[in-house]
């Protein structure tokens, strides 16, 4: 009677990241996770440098709802906004974005 050894595959991931690094990635995972907030970002990646209005006029949500989650987003990380007069401009914050695909590259 042979006995066979199971082999222990390779591990697909690492997960290596932990305290402030990953407490960062789960804050970008986290606001990305609602679709509302994904459909903003799928909007700025093409709308660059709009405005709360244009996302509103985009969205069937209430204005204010779109302030919400836009903070959300930039807290995370995803976007930031420059004040043109009395309204912010937003757009993709593209060195944040770069972090997160290195991060993720780098753990899966």
Request: charged share 20%; hydrophobic share 40%; glycine share 6%.
């Amino acid at each position: 009677m042979t006995e066979t050894i199971a082999t222990i595959p390779e591990p697909c991931c690492t997960l290596d990241i932990s305290g402030a690094e990953q407490e960062r990635l789960v804050k970008m995972f986290k606001a990305i996770g609602n679709p509302t907030r994904f459909e903003i970002m799928k909007f700025l990646v093409t709308h660059p440098t709009c405005i709360t209005g244009d996302i509103v006029n985009f969205l069937p949500i209430a204005q204010a709802t779109v302030s919400q989650h836009l903070k959300v987003l930039r807290e995370a990380g995803w976007i930031e906004g420059t004040l043109q007069g009395s309204a912010t401009s937003y757009c993709l914050h593209e060195e944040n974005i770069a972090w997160f695909r290195q991060k993720v590259g780098e753990i899966f």
